[in-house]
């Protein structure tokens, strides 16, 4: 692969380059604006240049073009991060008229509707979306996209996480063009018509919803009919969670989103029913036409995930080429596709799904080749296993750096897994595809719903025997950002000595692999010397953190284990970063002893500093003479005691109140401290 042979690869770089340039940097609206003048000379300059063929402005041309190309990067990713209405009009309204943008997602104790703002109940033009959490009833289960409501809430701005290292909804929504959320009581909130802005979209999820409806009828049922319709229709809302895990584990978590494979088994199918359209060419026009609307219907049915509208760009250029009898270059189709998916939506480029199935398919399409001419299988179900044994190890080395860099573990037993899964995954969707005409036949769908369900109860069984082996998972892994791109650099340094062989670039590899681990030694030095005390914010709970060098003590209220939900949500990926290993326990434990840490009552003395846990019924009466002394006051449960008693009974030199205090209780404690020049930190108003 020479990059001088895809003239794409020129602009498409810089393009993504500005992307970046965009998403890492903080631009006002003033800048935009300047910004968009710029692209705009930049752009008007490119063109110009076209006319001065001399050789020796052949630089000037190419500098122009890129630069243009990094404008509109920045221009068009700046277009998604400002929202469309000042904030004193979002919250000075609380009464709007929305439209459902998506599909409304049941939650525990509300349902997500993400709304398209259309105007306030003063008749003024919005723009925009927002989250609206809707308090569950027989009604939100009716909702539907397109649906127009009348909604009663206050919106606030999504708030940037409380905790070091938690996961960034602010920045995640930000991707999406979302800002605000507002909580919706069951009678703030009224259906008053029908008006979907995609009839595509809402007619692909209408269907979607009639053919899960279908495999229903047909037999399927618990977990058979979630994993179908999570593979056929990419619909994993009834998924089981322990069995969505399990998959994860086993490294097939890619089996229960649609993919390529999924669109190429749906391509190879119309394309074969249509062949007999092939023989006139305007009949193969018709034939173009119609494989290229279904395979986008069913991206549409299945959601447009980035895998799935990569897959479905790349085989409608493989649809295009055997219209013009071409023969269409993978590279090309690859960064084709990306291109234009970039340029419909930059933010795409940070979507693990997006990021994921382009790395799966350079993997195989760099390293599967040479992979498979190490060994020559003579028979057609050897070379079968063989090829699939070497797609799925070059689909694992291009996916792996990032994989662990955002979800922190590796499946030690992803060829077994795969190598059984996928052919049997092929079967279920044949099956599951085949199903859906026959239907309406009793006699016929009883025997091919028997024969899914045993298929999908055998790759269910396959991947709980394949995750109960012993380190079947390696978790718990630590990758920063600059890692992750010193491991794609020995990467792609092994894939360059694949095709060619060059002592530099051997040592260039080297020297990357070498920095590679030694940043893991530099890490594993730095975190041992850290020590420190942390109050977690979690909305109406208590986590304590005591970290004396690695060896870590929580103290809580409500977290049982590092299995808790709230431990990996709130505290795990912090954990992680900095190597904490170490004991929970119950915060209200009378007595609690270590090397570095001693509790007695509502004392706890740390690190040479003395901490009083306040809480709710806690009555502390003024010592005769000089008050107690502690060198941080922590409020809980609101503490019922006046500050004033409080400071009489107590010297403090610090308040820290987490998220198990109303605000009620944090503001009185916050006027009281600014009051008496006393540093008060509360936990929900830190900004990681």
Excluded at 47 to 65: E, H, L, N, S
Excluded at 171 to 199: K, L, T
Excluded at 200 to 216: K, V
């Amino acid at each position: 692969m020479k990059i001088q042979n895809y003239p794409l690869v020129k602009v498409l770089f810089p393009y993504v380059v500005g992307i970046l340039i965009a998403y890492l940097g903080d631009f006002s609206d003033t800048t935009c604006r300047m910004l968009r003048w710029v692209a705009g000379a930049t752009f008007l300059s490119a063109v110009a240049m076209t006319f001065f063929r001399a050789y020796r402005w052949r630089v000037v041309r190419i500098v122009v073009m890129e630069t243009a190309f990094v404008f509109a990067g920045i221009v068009l990713t700046n277009s998604y991060f400002h929202p469309k209405v000042p904030d004193e009009v979002m919250e000075a309204n609380a009464d709007w008229l929305v439209r459902v943008a998506a599909e409304p997602t049941p939650r525990e104790r509300s349902v997500k509707v993400e709304a398209e703002m259309l105007q306030s109940v003063d008749g003024k033009a919005v723009g925009g979306k927002v989250l609206f959490y809707l308090q569950p009833s027989a009604a939100t289960a009716k909702l539907r996209y397109g649906d127009l409501l009348l909604v009663h809430a206050p919106l606030a701005r999504i708030a940037p996480p409380c905790n070091p290292d938690a996961f960034d909804n602010q920045r995640y929504m930000r991707r999406r063009g979302i800002y605000y959320s507002g909580f919706v009581r069951e009678d703030g909130w009224q259906r008053v018509g029908h008006r979907p802005a995609n009839p595509l979209r809402f007619l692909a999820n209408t269907a979607r919803t009639r053919l899960s409806d279908l495999y229903a009828q047909a037999g399927m049922s618990g977990d058979e009919l979630g994993i179908l319709k999570a593979i056929l229709l990419g619909d994993d809302d009834t998924l089981d969670p322990e069995l969505k895990a399990s998959y994860s584990s086993a490294g097939v978590s890619h089996i229960l989103c649609v993919s390529g494979m999924h669109v190429g088994i749906i391509f190879m199918i119309i394309n074969f029913l249509l062949k007999p359209l092939d023989l006139f060419r305007t009949s193969r026009i018709l034939k173009t036409l119609l494989v290229m609307f279904v395979i986008w219907l069913y991206a549409h049915i299945t959601g447009l995930a980035p895998s799935v509208t990569r897959s479905a760009t790349m085989f409608t250029f493989v649809a295009l080429g055997q219209l013009l009898r071409r023969n269409t270059n993978v590279f090309h189709s690859l960064f084709a596709s990306m291109f234009i998916l970039l340029i419909v939506n930059p933010l795409l480029l940070f979507e693990v799904g997006f990021q994921l199935s382009y790395l799966a398919v350079a993997g195989i399409v760099l390293f599967q080749p040479k992979f498979a001419a190490l060994y020559t299988c003579r028979t057609r179900v050897g070379r079968y296993f063989w090829e699939l044994l070497t797609v799925s190890v070059a689909a694992q080395l291009g996916t792996s750096p990032i994989s662990i860099y955002y979800f922190a573990k590796f499946p030690n037993y992803f060829i077994l897994s795969n190598l059984s899964v996928i052919a049997l995954s092929f079967a279920v969707i044949i099956t599951g595809v085949a199903l859906l005409p026959i239907s309406f036949v009793p006699l016929v769908s009883k025997h091919l719903t028997w024969l899914l369900t045993i298929e999908i109860k055998a790759m269910n069984a396959i991947i709980t025997f394949v995750e109960r082996l012993p380190h079947s998972v390696t978790e718990n892994i630590d990758y920063h950002i600059v890692q992750v791109i010193l491991l794609y650099g020995v990467i792609g340094c092994f894939c360059y000595l694949l095709y060619r062989r060059e002592r530099r670039v051997f040592w260039t590899a080297s020297v990357l692999f070498v920095l590679f681990c030694s940043s893991f030694v530099g890490k594993k030095v730095l975190t041992a010397r850290e020590t420190g005390f942390l109050a977690y914010h979690v909305h109406k709970c208590s986590v304590l953190e005591f970290n004396w060098h690695g060896q870590t003590v929580w103290l809580s209220d409500t977290l049982r284990g590092e299995g808790d939900k709230l431990f990996q949500y709130n505290v795990s990926r912090h954990a992680r970063r900095h190597r904490l290993s170490g004991t929970m326990a119950p915060i209200d434990t009378l007595a609690f002893d270590t090397p570095f840490l001693c509790k007695r009552g509502n004392f706890i003395r740390f690190e040479d500093k003395t901490y009083y846990m306040l809480t709710c019924k806690e009555r502390v009466r003024p010592c005769e003479g000089d008050s107690l002394r502690v060198d941080c006051l922590l409020l809980r449960r609101n503490p019922r005691l006046p500050p004033e008693e409080a400071m009489a009974a107590l010297s403090f030199r610090e308040v820290i109140a987490d998220g198990s205090n109303t605000l009620f209780y944090v503001e009185r404690w916050r006027v009281f401290c600014f009051e008496n020049g006393v540093p008060f930190t509360f936990t929900g108003d830190r900004k990681f």
